[in-house]
């Protein structure tokens, strides 16, 4: 991971890409430029928007300039939900050529109506490989479809090396390992015994496991258990979306995901095309992702403590945007607003 230092200049790979990702990124962008001026912007595109006028959604350029930076903030793309000759998800990709290998989703109580009382998790989810690839093909003339759920040992040892890693620094306590070994032992079995070799180096962190469909009730039932969750790629997908709900929304999950030297801070949600805009779409997950970046990866701790505690304030304020409460409820303009106003 990389420190901030006065002598080389900070760049940021920032890609907005569709629906609300144009609103709620240029909104983040605007309260990183209060706490951290420094940084340099390199604005770069990918999407499906981006595909259909130039039949890629991810330019070789963008992927050129996110390494050069090693750090990137990104919006959301929109995908649709059949086959597109050509078309890939760019964030599924750039995760994946980039190595971002570590996703962290924290799920915290925030002071939303929304929000659920005591709750603090981190979920992890291994960013690289699983079903969530998307390796696929028909077979019986499109009457049986096909996926490949790869796990491997080296990507299973490396996100819970850092996740071990990361527990220790911000001084967590507990990782529950989620997985459905007792079906699929072959894959999830590997995971789960590669996850459980790795934690017993680390004896002072308690580690205990479930199975993912009993994960998912006790987050529904008592999400207040969880500390971390350590969990393959699709699981994590699905379990942090649930987690959001407790945080108060998908409007305010942020997350990020590290890898060797690189990292990338993205909103959990999508790009929201009902709501797109419109002016209305919530950007403290984006705000809020953009502090996990500062955090965690620049070691800039206390500009991430500035903008947590301005959005906490904003909030608390009951000044909201429309997916937290209707009435009253504020554009993303005057959101933003309000935290750079606490900022300065
Ligand atoms: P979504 O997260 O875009 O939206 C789900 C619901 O939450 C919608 O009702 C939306 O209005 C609301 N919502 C999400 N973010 C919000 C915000 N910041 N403020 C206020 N309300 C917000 O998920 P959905 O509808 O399943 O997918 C829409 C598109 O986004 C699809 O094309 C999907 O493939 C794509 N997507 C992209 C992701 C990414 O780029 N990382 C992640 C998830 C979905
Ligand atoms: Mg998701």
């Avoid at 569709?18 to 340099?40: C, F, M, Q, S, T």
């Amino acid at each position: 991971m990389s420190e901030s230092s006065a002598l080389s200049p900070i760049e940021l790979c920032v890609i907005e890409g569709d629906g609300i990702g144009r609103e709620v990124i240029p909104a983040a962008v605007e309260v990183l430029k209060h706490v951290a001026p420094d940084v340099i912007i390199r604005p770069m595109e990918a999407g499906w928007g981006y595909f259909q006028k130039h039949k890629t959604p991810l330019p070789d350029e963008t992927i050129q300039v996110a390494r050069e930076c090693k750090a990137i903030l990104f919006g959301a793309v929109s995908s649709p939900a059949y086959p597109v000759e050509g078309y890939f998800s760019p964030i599924v990709r750039l995760r994946r050529t980039l190595q971002a290998f570590a996703n962290l989703r924290p799920a915290q109580h925030l002071p939303v109506p929304t929000s659920r009382e005591g709750v603090d998790m981190l979920i992890v989810r291994e960013n690289t490989e699983d079903l969530y690839i998307g390796h696929e093909h028909t077979e019986d003339e499109g009457q049986t479809g096909i996926a490949e759920k790869v796990i491997t040992r080296d990507a299973t040892e490396r996100v819970t090396r850092l996740t071990y890693e990361l527990v220790r620094r911000i001084g967590r306590k507990k990782v529950t390992i989620v997985h459905k070994a007792n079906v699929l032992s072959q894959s999830d079995g590997l995971f789960r015994r590669v996850a459980l070799e790795i934690a017993a180096n680390y004896p002072e962190i308690i580690t205990d496991e479930l199975y993912v469909d009993t994960a998912a009730y006790w987050m529904v039932k008592d999400p207040n258990r969880f500390d971390v969750i350590l969990t393959p790629n699709l699981y994590g997908d699905i379990l942090s979306d649930m987690a959001a709900a407790w945080g108060g929304g998908m409007g305010l999950a942020p997350s990020l995901s590290l890898g060797e030297n690189i990292a990338l801070a993205e909103p959990v949600h999508g790009s929201a095309p009902d709501i797109a805009g419109k002016g209305i779409a919530n950007p403290t997950a984006s705000m809020l992702s953009v502090a996990m970046l500062l955090r965690l990866y620049w070691n800039r701790i206390e500009a991430a403590d500035k903008i947590e505690q301005a959005v906490r304030k904003t909030l608390s304020e009951g000044d909201y945007t429309v997916d937290i409460y209707t009435e009253g409820a504020i554009s993303t303009e005057d959101f933003t607003k309000r935290v750079c106003s606490h900022l300065s």
